[in-house]
Structures are given as C-alpha cells and as structure tokens.
C-alpha cells in the first residue's frame, strides 16, 4: 500500500494521472474552480460585513478602504485554507466512498484532475499572498485598529490549521469547533475591530451565537459520510470521537440551539426590525432539518451520502447571518 504525506493509502481508480487522460486547458481550469470549491465562501462575507455594518451603525465610522483590504485578507485565507485542506487530507479523500458536493473534498488530486506539484505550489504561493496581503492591510489601519490586524493574523494561522501541521486541529478532535467559530464569531470580530469597534461590544459575541450553532450542525452533519474514510487516518471528527449516531445527535441539538437562540434575540431586539421576524420562518426549516436528522437515526445512522440533509443544513445557515445582514444594511 503506498504511503503519501504521512497517510497510507489505497489505490484508486483515477488516483493517479497515469490512469486519466490529462485535462486540457478549460479542463484544468475547471478544476482549479472545483479544487477553489467558491460556494462555501459567501457566509463568510457575510459574517464579516454584519462585523463592520455593527460599527457603522452604532459609531458612525466605516472605511471602504479598510473594509475591502479586510475583506481579500479573509478571501484569501480562505483560499488558502481550501487549497492546503486538499493536500493534507488527500489520505483520507482516498479512502472515501462517499464523497459528494458537501463532503470528502473536491477530489481534483485523488482523480488526477491536477498533479500534486501544481496543488502544492498553489499552497506556497497562496500562502505568499496571504502575507501580502496582511502587510498591505497593516499600512491601511490606524492604531485604534491593530487589535483587528492581530485577529486576522491568528485566523491566517489557524483557519489552515485545520489540516496543517502542526496544528492539524481536524486530527485533534477540535475541527468542528474550529469551522464554527471561524464561519461566525470571528469572522464578525474581524469586520467589527477593523473598523475600530471594541472587544468588549457585546453585540457581535450576541449576534454570532446563533451563526456558530448553526454552523456546527452543518459542519458535524458533513463529516457523517466521510466517517469510515476518517477514522482510518486516524481523523478525530465528531463523528469519529462520538460514533455517527451521536455526532447525528449532536447536530440535531445544535439546529435546536441556534433557532432558540434566534428567537430569544428577536425578543430582546437583537434581531432588530421587521428583519427580525423573518426568524420565525426558520423555525419551520428547523422542524424540517430535524425530522431529517431523526430519520437517518431510524435508518441506523449508515455511513452514506447524505446530501438532501447538506442542502437543509447549508441553508438553514443563511437565516442566522442574512436576518442581522438586513437590519444592519
């Protein structure tokens, strides 16, 4: 069985370029667009724009110019959290029978679809400009600022640490909490101390609780299928640490948690406005997301695709992060 990056791992069909016929040029752009994998990238727009609208709302203050230096910091985090996440678990890509839209990576290494020297080379490059691009922030902002500069550098430090050594946070059994807290309270902090708000405003803590929640459920649910793949890499996810049915459980309660949480801020004006109402119209697709969930329990919680559960999960999302959106715009 050969060994790569630390991982032992089996052999596939289409696991290595010599099985495939190279892509041509639309084909290999087409696979740096999936390797990119964009469509998990708005939330976290918009959890940084609720962070800086708070300010601009309560203060009066907001910079485009300091907006938008933050704003290709945190695209290019994310870029570069994506792109090293693919290298680092192609062990476990490998292995997986199960992977989907919503799971198991992009696959464009395991596949062939692009040689591991043109996905490392990207990683180091990113990597570059993520640091470029933290310099050029740096020369933006005033000093009542730097406590947001300081914030964006840890999070180019542990957003990739997901999978990167050496803190490969994932193997752990801290990568859930990591994507939760990351798609929501920080993100948000990142937009708000930018624009010089202060730690100690409580309503960007307030209002990403119900994100992070919501967040996690989804992040939890997504490593259900890749449960027999992880645990054989030795990848300490929810779903390896508590069995699937209790990382099932687990989201179930999370789902739970942010629509409580929704509502008890729209009853104290944090979810402000006629905004605010449309929590109650998460309710029902909360009702839905756990009906799904109690039926894969009843199923025996198998390790299988479980997209139509992705497609509820990755859209209840939205409710906690468009609702403050519109009230704050």
């Not at 490998?94 to 043109?118: E, I, K, M, Y």
């Not at 798609?183 to 119900?210: E, F, K, T």
Request: charged content about 10%.
């Amino acid at each position: 069985m050969p060994r790569q990056n630390g991982f032992y791992v089996k052999a596939t069909p289409g696991a290595s370029g010599a099985s495939r016929t190279p892509p041509g040029t639309r084909g290999r752009a087409s696979a740096w667009l999936r390797l990119l994998r964009l469509q998990f990238y708005p939330m976290v727009w918009v959890a940084y724009t609720i962070g800086a609208l708070a300010v601009w709302r309560q203060e009066g203050a907001f910079s485009s110019r300091i907006y938008w230096s933050g704003y290709l910091c945190l695209v290019l985090i994310e870029m570069l959290t994506v792109i090293s996440n693919e290298w680092f678990d192609q062990g476990t890509d490998r292995l997986n029978q199960n992977a989907g839209p919503f799971n198991g990576g992009s696959r464009v290494l395991v596949d062939g679809d692009l040689d591991a020297t043109s996905v490392r080379n990207a990683v180091l490059g990113m990597a570059l400009l993520v640091g470029g691009s933290l310099a050029t922030l740096a020369g933006t902002l005033p000093p009542s600022a730097h406590s947001g500069l300081f914030l964006m550098m840890a999070l180019a430090l542990l957003a990739p640490g997901y999978t990167v050594p050496p803190l490969r946070l994932v193997y752990r059994g801290f990568g859930e909490l990591e994507v939760g807290l990351t798609h929501s309270l920080v993100a948000i902090l990142c937009g708000s101390l930018l624009q010089s708000g202060s730690w100690r405003d409580p309503y960007p803590w307030l209002i990403g609780l119900p994100l992070f929640f919501a967040t996690l459920a989804a992040i939890t649910l997504s490593a259900l299928p890749d449960y027999e793949a992880d645990r054989a890499v030795s990848k300490r996810t929810l779903a390896v640490l508590l069995g699937r049915r209790g990382a099932a459980w687990s989201a179930l309660t999370f789902v739970v948690a942010a629509a409580a949480c929704g509502v008890l801020w729209q009853q104290r004006g944090i979810f402000g406005g006629m905004s605010g109402f449309a929590i109650f119209l998460a309710i029902p697709h909360a009702l839905l997301l756990v009906r799904a969930i109690l039926r894969y329990l009843r199923r025996g919680a198998p390790c299988e695709r479980i997209n139509g559960i992705m497609v509820l999960a990755l859209t209840y999302i939205l409710w906690f992060g468009l609702i403050p959106l519109a009230h704050l715009s």
